[in-house]
């Protein structure tokens, strides 16, 4: 059994991703062209914005997001401490603090009321993390953050897809970032992210930005980086995204038969009016050790998505006095279960079968 069956998916898409593949080595177009305009465009439609961009993975489209803001030394951006690490790691590289703050025990993401109380005279901006493929409510966030005069990024690495009301992910905060690694919802075959915004004029700079600062051949205003999402990956995710909703309804399928069946386990908690497009399904278990034993007894794979809070880690010690319990707790709790729209019945059965019998 797959964690995440990307084999499967090929396998259903092979003929058209061969063909999309053969077409970009034939003319030999790998950086830029077409192609990658054609996929920017289907992306900004299928979210609902006016720009999307491209580029080389969801780290750099964080990256580039605080970048074109300018947030640098003396700034402060709020994140939850329960996050993979780029959400906080590209506040630390350019020269900002991250203000480490706890998360809802409900859907697992940033706290409002903690938020509320960790904004000072610094705060710049705020890293909302869509945890696990649900929303926070970026409404109620947007709403604070325009009365600070503080910008909303919604860190979407894991929430392509989602929704809340008519409101897709990644159309709701000032700025979105998604991320395309192969095991997120909408995954390429490398890395590759995008970073989504209705401001054409933070668009034009994050463009500029994302190409060395380059405004003309050879003439950079700006430090830039080479963050491009290359050719490539950008025909293959323009295949996938023409399925993409077929495979979201086939994962909220499989979400519903885990909600219903699994026992022995605290199933995911999706509010009313979110959907999620499940990134993880992840539960949490009392005695997480044991169960992982019942899990490598079957050979069923698992994951564990975050063992370690981000305030806890050594690269930020500066940080591990801080006391957040939610995030400590669920750390300790959580665990994820193989999915994917390819997994198959069978699997799911058995394990389904493994928490019955804890
Ligand atoms: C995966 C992920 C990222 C980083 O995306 P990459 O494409 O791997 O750089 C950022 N934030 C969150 C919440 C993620 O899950």
Redesign the pocket.
């Known amino acids: 059994m797959d964690f995440i069956n990307l084999k499967a998916q090929y396998s259903a898409y092979k003929n058209e991703i061969d063909s999309e593949i053969s077409k970009i080595l034939n003319n030999s177009s790998f950086i830029g062209g077409d192609k990658l305009k054609e996929f920017e465009a289907n992306l900004a439609k299928y979210v609902g914005v006016k720009n999307a961009i491209g580029c080389s993975?969801?780290?750099s489209a964080?990256y580039l997001a605080l970048r074109a803001l300018g947030i640098s030394y003396d700034d402060e951006v709020i994140v939850p401490s329960f996050?993979?690490i780029?959400?906080a790691e590209v506040v630390a590289l350019v020269g900002a603090k991250p203000v480490f703050v706890d998360i809802d025990l409900d859907d697992f993401n940033l706290s409002i009321e903690e938020v509320k109380k960790a904004i000072s005279p610094k705060t710049k901006a705020i890293i909302a993390?869509s945890i696990f493929g649900q929303m926070p409510d970026l409404f109620a966030f947007k709403k604070l953050c325009d009365e600070k005069n503080i910008t909303l990024i919604e860190?979407g690495?894991?929430s392509f897809g989602a929704s809340y009301k008519d409101k897709k992910s990644c159309s709701i905060a000032h700025i979105s970032c998604t991320?395309f690694?192969p095991s997120?919802p909408l995954g390429a075959y490398g890395?590759g992210?995008a970073i989504f915004c209705d401001d054409d004029f933070l668009a034009q700079k994050i463009k500029i930005l994302l190409n060395h600062g380059q405004t003309q051949k050879y003439n950079h205003e700006f430090i830039g980086i080479n963050a491009r999402l290359d050719t490539l990956q950008a025909a293959i995710l323009d295949v996938k995204l023409k399925y993409f909703d077929d495979e979201l309804k086939t994962r909220a399928k499989l979400a519903a038969n885990y909600d219903k069946n699994l026992k022995n386990c605290q199933i995911p908690k999706i509010k009313k009016d979110f959907i999620s497009v499940y990134a993880q399904y992840s539960v949490l278990v009392e005695d997480r050790a044991r169960v992982i034993e019942k899990f490598k007894q079957a050979n069923i794979p698992y994951a564990i998505h975050y063992p370690i809070p981000l305030h806890k880690q050594p690269c930020f010690k500066e940080f591990s006095h801080l006391e957040l319990k939610n995030s400590e707790f669920i750390s300790e709790h959580i665990l994820s279960l193989p999915f994917s729209a390819f997994l198959k019945e069978e699997e799911q059965e058995k394990i389904i079968n493994l928490f019955a019998n804890l």
């Open positions: 993975s969801g780290t964080l996050t993979f780029a959400t993390v860190d690495a894991q991320s690694f997120k890395d992210g």
